[in-house]
C-alpha cells in the first residue's frame, strides 16, 4: 500500500463544478472511501448522474452559500473561462488553510492565485478522459507552500481516477497536457486511421473499423496488464521477415510516425502555452 494510501482524507471538500471531470472525480473518491458527507459540490445544473451519486453518499449539493464551513480541500473543475464567475464563491470558502486543487486547463497558479489572494497552498493538476473509467493519468505541480501531507492529499485524490505523476514544477504541465492530457484523442485519431488503410486495403468499412477498434483496445489493455516496456511488447509480436517488420519498417522509417509525432506534441505544447498566456 503506498504512503498516500494512509494519508487521512480531507474533511471537507469543495467541488466546484461537477461536469465530465468533476464527476469522474467525485465517484473515484466516493468509491475510495471518502464520506460523501464530507463533499459540497456547487455546479448550476449538476446531471442525473452526479444527484443520484449525492443523493446515495449524502453529499450537500449547491447549499446556501452562508451554510458552507471552512473547506480543507476545494476542488476547481469548471471550464477555464468560468474562474471570474466562480472566484467571488471561492473567496467565500477557502482561506488560508485550504488546500487549492485545479483541474482547469490552461489556467496557472499565479492565475489562481490573483483571484484567490488568502490562499497559499495551490496544486495544478492535469488528468486526461480516461479518468471516466477511473483509468486516467494525472501530472500534478504544487506551489512552494504545499506540504508533503497535502501532496499526499491530492495524491489519494486524484489517484481516485486513476494514476498520478509529481511535475518537477508547473513549467511541465504543458507537456503533460501535449503528452496524456491530449493523447487519448492521438489514439482515437490512429483507430480512424488503421481503420481508413484497412477499407483501402480492400476490408467492408464496418468490419476495418470493429477490427482497429479492438486492436487499439485490445493493446492497451495489454499494456496495462504486462508491465514490459512497449518496445518488448511490439518486439514480441514482430517476426523478422514477417508482416509485422514490414509494416513497421514504414512507421519506423526517418520520415515515419516519430517525427510527426514529435511534431504533434510540439504543436500541443505551444497551445498550451499560448492559451496560458
Ligand atoms: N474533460 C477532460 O478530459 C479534461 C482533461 C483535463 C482537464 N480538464 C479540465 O477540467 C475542467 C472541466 O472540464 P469538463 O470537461 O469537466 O467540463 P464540463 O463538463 O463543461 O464541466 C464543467 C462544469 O462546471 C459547471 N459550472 C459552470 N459554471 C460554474 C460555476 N460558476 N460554479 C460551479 N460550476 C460551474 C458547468 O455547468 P454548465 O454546463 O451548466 O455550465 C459544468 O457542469 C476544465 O477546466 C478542463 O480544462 C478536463
Known amino acids: 500500500m503506498s504512503e498516500a494510501q494512509h494519508t487521512p482524507l480531507p474533511s471537507a471538500l469543495l467541488l466546484m463544478g461537477a461536469g465530465k471531470m468533476g464527476a469522474a472525480m467525485l465517484q473515484g473518491w466516493l468509491k475510495t472511501g471518502l464520506p460523501g458527507k464530507s463533499v459540497t459540490i456547487i455546479d448550476p445544473r449538476p446531471s442525473d448522474h452526479v444527484t443520484a451519486l449525492a443523493d446515495a453518499h449524502g453529499c450537500a449539493v449547491n447549499p446556501d452559500t452562508a451554510t458552507i464551513g471552512p473547506q480543507d480541500v476545494l476542488v476547481i473543475a469548471v471550464k477555464p473561462q468560468m474562474l471570474d464567475a466562480a472566484a ?19 489556467k496557472t497558479i499565479a492565475d489562481m492565485r ?36 497535502e501532496r499526499s492529499v491530492a495524491t489519494r485524490l486524484l489517484s481516485g481516477i486513476g494514476k498520478v505523476e509529481w511535475l518537477r514544477g508547473e513549467h511541465e504541465i504543458d507537456m503533460v497536457t501535449a503528452v496524456s492530457g491530449s493523447g487519448p484523442a492521438y489514439v ?32 492497451g489493455e495489454l499494456l496495462h496488464q504486462d508491465a514490459a516496456a512497449a518496445s518488448t511488447l511490439r518486439e514480441n509480436v514482430t517476426s523478422p521477415g514477417g508482416t509485422t517488420a514490414a509494416a513497421l519498417a514504414v512507421l519506423m522509417a526517418d520520415d515515419g510516425l516519430a517525427p510527426l509525432m514529435r511534431h504533434a506534441v510540439d504543436a500541443a505544447k505551444r497551445r498550451a502555452a499560448e492559451l496560458a498566456g
Open 88 to 106: 467571488g464563491m471561492l473567496r467565500q470558502v477557502a482561506s488560508s488553510n485550504t488546500l487549492i486543487i485545479s483541474v482547469m486547463a490552461g
Open 114 to 149: 490573483s483571484r484567490l489572494p488568502q490562499c497559499e497552498r495551490f496544486i495544478r493538476a492535469m488528468p486526461n478522459t480516461p479518468a471516466a473509467v477511473g483509468r486516467g493519468i494525472t501530472g500534478m505541480a504544487a506551489s512552494e507552500s504545499v506540504s508533503a501531507v
Open 188 to 219: 482515437f485519431y490512429l483507430v480512424e486511421c488503421l481503420a481508413k488503410a484497412g477499407a483501402a486495403a480492400g476490408l467492408e468499412p464496418d468490419l476495418a473499423m470493429r477490427l482497429a477498434r479492438a486492436t487499439i483496445e485490445g493493446a
